[in-house]
């Protein structure tokens, strides 16, 4: 009897082992080796082609034969090469669909044949606390497919490098993420359960991956052919952990809940709430005094109810609004007034080149120009147009603004004072908010001089219209710029 058991108990054994072994190398056949030969454009001198290079990911096959990465690795690519596990034949592939808020890309071949036969893996759920896990991808210092285990050791809302202004759900684990595994599949009992992404410079041993929550959001806005990106909820709350301001504001004993302190124009939010509501629970979950809700068993910020939707689909939440209680459902719509205010990829810069000034949009990548240290260092006006103004006034949530970012000196304009990376008002006594309103203002100006107004300091700038015409297309030249304008 003894010996049956033995013999029964070496026979599951092995085929646990065969079985491990197989889904080892199902998981190794999908991941791929990505290479991106990328082009990123300048945006303090925007005619030129700017920083080229080469940049190298992972990732791996999903259904339908497509190839699932970081939109990390693919932003800004003049060519996509991909590498099958065991194969040193480059493919030639493009980028189907990319979420730069979420941090994710679909790739497809040029030549579909190739991936016909290569497995395709599937998803799990967001993986247990202190549970084991496997991170693959191909990291930098090697050229072979590399596996490394780990931990998960903490799961919440963090910030997405990629964009600079987006938070999401992440998990991090001790499995090393190091450069060149991003987009690599993190598995857990031979299935996905994240997205390798980003690691933290200032913890060792330390790596971070994109949840399934976020990736299957990313999919299903996908299943229309385009991608939305995440729904703005365009809300600003202050906890109530004061048992004062939870008196002031007519809470009962035991409740528990924020303050509405912002609500930002054209978010699905302004439409239903107004300052002051104090929020009890959004989407079913009761928020607590700090901000949380209990979300699977952990405590995470609120906003993590609402990134589990659509835009288009609706948010219900329970306010008090003037002591007395109601129900409301927020539409989380398509809008995103933020955007200029993250890190900007795949797209040529805008620019105006007229007698030797550069005007240029203000966004995150002119101001980013100045210096390594923009948010310390560049003038104090362009920070707070871009990331507090809308704070104090709604209307400038999102509106373009438009700046000088250089001078390209030449006789007709050094005499004048230099403002650099200061805000337009008006040029020839047109309000200008866009690089177009520029262009319209001065080719339609017909008075002796041109004279552009900036924002702060009643500063003025002034050129002499017909000098200034007679020496631009020399200054282009001069300065080796093939076109004047992009608009």
Not at 55 to 71: C, H, P, Q
Not at 254 to 279: F, N, P, S
């Amino acid at each position: 009897m003894r010996h049956r058991i033995r013999f029964c108990g070496a026979v599951l054994l092995a085929l646990s082992i065969q079985w491990t072994a197989g889904a080892q190398a199902r998981v190794e056949d999908s991941v791929v080796k990505i290479m991106n030969q990328y082009n990123r454009f300048s945006w303090y001198a925007p005619w030129e082609s700017g920083a080229t290079g080469s940049g190298m990911g992972s990732g791996f096959v999903i259904s339908g034969k497509r190839i699932l990465t970081n939109a990390h690795v693919v932003s800004d690519s003049a060519m996509l090469l991909v590498y099958f596990y065991n194969d040193p034949t480059p493919y030639p592939a493009r980028v189907a669909a990319i979420g730069h808020d979420c941090d994710l890309a679909i790739l497809e071949l040029a030549d579909p044949s190739r991936i016909a036969e290569v497995p395709e893996l599937e998803f799990d759920a967001l993986p247990p606390l202190r549970s084991r896990v496997v991170t693959y991808g191909y990291p930098a210092g090697g050229k072979l497919l590399s596996s490394t285990a780990g931990v998960v050791s903490r799961i919440e809302v963090k910030d997405y490098v990629h964009s600079g202004m987006d938070s999401h759900l992440t998990v991090q684990t001790d499995a090393a993420i190091n450069p060149g595994n991003s987009g690599g599949p993190v598995i857990q009992d031979g299935k996905v359960v994240g997205v390798a992404f980003q690691g933290n410079q200032q913890l060792e041993n330390m790596g971070f991956f994109i949840p399934v929550q976020v990736v299957d959001h990313f999919l299903t806005d996908l299943k229309d052919g385009k991608y939305d990106g995440y729904p703005e909820l365009g809300l600003f709350a202050a906890t109530l952990d004061s048992p004062a301001a939870r008196r002031y504001a007519g809470m009962k004993e035991g409740e528990t809940g924020i303050r509405v302190e912002h609500l930002i124009r054209g978010c699905g939010a302004e439409t239903v709430l107004q300052k002051d509501d104090i929020i009890t629970s959004i989407g079913g979950y009761p928020v607590a005094n700090d901000g949380t809700v209990e979300w699977n068993g952990m405590r995470l910020d609120f906003g993590i109810v609402a990134d589990q939707l659509q835009k288009g689909e609706t948010l219900p939440v329970e306010l008090i609004r003037a002591k007395g209680r109601m129900m409301v459902e927020i539409e989380l719509n398509h809008y995103n007034p933020l955007e200029a205010k993250s890190n900007l990829y795949d797209i040529k810069p805008t620019y105006f080149v007229y007698a030797g000034l550069v005007f240029a949009p203000l966004n995150r990548e002119t101001i980013k120009t100045y210096s390594e240290k923009w948010v310390q260092e560049a003038p104090q006006e362009l920070v707070n147009e871009m990331y507090f103004r809308y704070l104090e006034d709604n209307d400038f949530a999102d509106a373009p603004q438009v700046m000088v970012i250089r001078r390209l000196d030449h006789e007709v304009n050094v005499e004048e004072m230099l403002y650099t990376y200061r805000l337009l008002d008006t040029v020839n006594g047109k309000t200008v908010r866009t690089v177009a309103d520029v262009v319209e203002a001065i080719e339609g100006n017909t008075a002796d001089q041109h004279l552009i107004r900036l924002q702060h300091g009643n500063r003025l700038m002034v050129l002499n219209r017909e000098e200034a015409d007679a020496v631009n297309t020399e200054i282009l030249e001069k300065y080796a710029i093939p076109k004047d304008r992009n608009l």
